[in-house]
């Protein structure tokens, strides 16, 4: 397996920006439990590392990890899956964030239908 990263430099990388979005969980540091390689990885091109965050114990349903998927060619964090494994890009900024002003108007017209 020919790859530009090692399992170590893929849990800095996970541990980074973890730290930079300020994201909940704990990579361990034991590569074997916290990091998996596949040489595909959908939204990825090339290969990419998986670098699990425990997130137990939890109050809410969902898996108990959420996964930092970091790309072997860029060398940097793609996306997260989320404890229920939707594609989250902290990185890159979001159009819908409203005010709480527009917040309340759009869901107090839902609850008079």
Do not use: C
């Not at 090339?46 to 939890?58: E, M, Q, R, Y």
């Amino acid at each position: 397996m020919n790859t530009n990263l090692t399992a170590s430099q893929a849990i800095k990388i996970a541990r980074d920006y973890q730290k930079k979005y300020n994201l909940y969980g704990v990579i361990h540091d034991d590569v074997q439990k916290s990091v998996r390689f596949y040489d595909e990885f959908y939204r990825i091109k090339g290969s990419a590392w998986l670098v699990l965050a425990d997130i137990t114990p939890k109050d809410y349903e969902g898996d108990d990890e959420i996964t930092f998927v970091v790309s072997d060619e860029e060398g940097v964090v793609d996306h997260v899956l989320d404890h229920n494994g939707i594609p989250q890009r902290y990185h890159i900024p979001s159009n819908r964030d409203y005010s709480d002003e527009e917040f309340e108007a759009i869901f107090d017209d839902e609850n008079d239908e």
